[in-house]
């Protein structure tokens, strides 16, 4: 968990993970549900099991959407300790893995909102490096763990690319990207989409600011790029092509996000009591019974079958998945 470096676990890495085993784990409880679970619903219908991973006795969790891996197999999360990237398995026993290492790296800015690219890459946004100013996407590989290997830029844009000034870096309230890192949608002090059209890390990207993101307090981008799923002022959850300004509304609630094959949009209810996916073909919604805790930035798996969460029912933040379950 701590790279083959001599050295490499400084007292705070250590710290963090001591912390992290004693919050996973409860005397002899299920070191995966140390809170037990609710109650697993009605019993007549489709409903949701909620497990945590991280406990909230702690401050621990930056309050940015965590993602699947495209396999199922991880979830990536950001932490304010060093605003870190850690992933972790949601097997038995599985501590989580720090990916970044700020004590090590050159950056001014820390790690921040990362997600999964679709060949198993994590990208985070990343702030100025080395003396340029240009705000950065990194990308660590499949096997990086503090920092080692070292990570790639995989894309760099400026302050004017996102409505800041020359010269000015802001991490974004939320981040999203295609699982092939040419698109990516953004908010600093408005949403703006963003497109690098090659694959070459020193391109700029072409932006702009749709008026019809204007206010969304969430939004995913789809993994193939081609569409955003978005909450528009009014809790209402819609759609748009990535290049477009007109939404189809699908339903009302929070937390959109998309299943691996584009063709399904995951999301809260309103009253917290279900989780819904509707698909967009066949115009069908399967809810899913929630127990009602307050749940933000819920992601849906590729698969369709789970979801990732923060839970903000405690003083502090945790995290959580479920399984949808017929």
């Given at each position: 968990?701590?790279?083959?470096?001599?050295?490499?676990?400084?007292?705070?890495?250590?710290?963090?993970?001591?912390?992290?085993?004693?919050?996973?784990?409860?005397?002899?409880?299920?070191?995966?549900n140390p809170g037990g679970g609710p109650d697993p619903?009605?019993?007549?219908?489709?409903?949701?099991?909620?497990?945590?991973?991280?406990?909230?006795?702690?401050?621990?969790?930056?309050?940015?959407?965590?993602?699947w891996s495209p396999d199922g197999r991880w979830i990536?999360?950001?932490?304010?300790?060093?605003?870190?990237?850690?992933?972790?398995?949601?097997?038995?026993?599985?501590?989580?893995?720090?990916?970044?290492?700020?004590?090590?790296?050159?950056?001014?800015?820390?790690?921040?909102?990362?997600?999964?690219?679709?060949?198993?890459?994590?990208?985070?946004?990343?702030?100025?490096?080395?003396?340029?100013?240009?705000?950065?996407?990194?990308?660590?590989?499949?096997?990086?763990?503090?920092?080692?290997?070292?990570?790639?830029?995989?894309?760099?844009?400026?302050?004017?690319?996102?409505?800041?000034?020359?010269?000015?870096?802001?991490?974004?309230?939320?981040?999203?990207?295609?699982?092939?890192?040419?698109?990516?949608?953004?908010?600093?002090?408005?949403?703006?989409?963003?497109?690098?059209?090659?694959?070459?890390?020193?391109?700029?990207?072409?932006?702009?600011?749709?008026?019809?993101?204007?206010?969304?307090?969430?939004?995913?981008?789809?993994?193939?790029?081609?569409?955003?799923?978005?909450?528009?002022?009014?809790?209402?959850?819609?759609?748009?092509?990535?290049?477009?300004?007109?939404?189809?509304?699908?339903?009302?609630?929070?937390?959109?996000?998309?299943?691996?094959?584009?063709?399904?949009?995951?999301?809260?209810?309103?009253?917290?009591?279900?989780?819904?996916?509707?698909?967009?073909?066949?115009?069908?919604?399967?809810?899913?019974?929630?127990?009602?805790?307050?749940?933000?930035?819920?992601?849906?798996?590729?698969?369709?079958?789970?979801?990732?969460?923060?839970?903000?029912?405690?003083?502090?933040?945790?995290?959580?998945?479920?399984?949808?379950?017929?």
């Amino acid at each position: 968990m701590c790279g083959d470096k001599a050295g490499a676990c400084r007292p705070w890495v250590l710290a963090a993970l001591v912390m992290l085993s004693l919050l996973a784990c409860d005397g002899d409880q299920d070191p995966l549900n140390p809170g037990g679970g609710p109650d697993p619903g009605p019993g007549d219908g489709p409903y949701v099991t909620e497990i945590i991973l991280v406990a909230p006795e702690t401050d621990f969790l930056n309050d940015a959407p965590p993602d699947w891996s495209p396999d199922g197999r991880w979830i990536v999360f950001s932490a304010k300790l060093a605003s870190s990237i850690w992933k972790t398995a949601t097997a038995p026993g599985d501590l989580p893995i720090l990916i970044t290492d700020p004590d090590v790296t050159i950056w001014s800015d820390g790690s921040y909102t990362p997600g999964f690219l679709g060949d198993g890459r994590i990208f985070y946004y990343q702030g100025w490096a080395d003396g340029e100013r240009s705000m950065r996407v990194m990308a660590a590989d499949t096997n990086q763990v503090q920092a080692v290997p070292r990570p790639r830029v995989l894309r760099r844009f400026s302050g004017p690319d996102v409505g800041l000034s020359v010269n000015q870096s802001s991490s974004p309230h939320m981040f999203a990207m295609s699982e092939d890192g040419t698109r990516a949608v953004g908010h600093w002090r408005s949403v703006y989409t963003l497109f690098w059209d090659d694959s070459g890390e020193q391109m700029q990207p072409i932006s702009r600011s749709p008026g019809i993101l204007a206010g969304t307090p969430s939004f995913r981008i789809s993994h193939d790029g081609r569409r955003i799923a978005f909450e528009n002022p009014e809790g209402l959850i819609a759609w748009m092509d990535f290049d477009g300004d007109t939404a189809t509304i699908i339903g009302e609630g929070r937390y959109p996000s998309w299943r691996g094959d584009n063709r399904a949009i995951g999301f809260v209810s309103a009253d917290r009591r279900s989780y819904s996916v509707h698909d967009l073909g066949s115009g069908e919604t399967i809810s899913y019974w929630m127990s009602g805790a307050e749940l933000r930035h819920v992601t849906l798996s590729r698969d369709g079958d789970k979801i990732v969460y923060l839970n903000a029912d405690g003083d502090f933040l945790a995290l959580g998945y479920g399984l949808l379950l017929p």
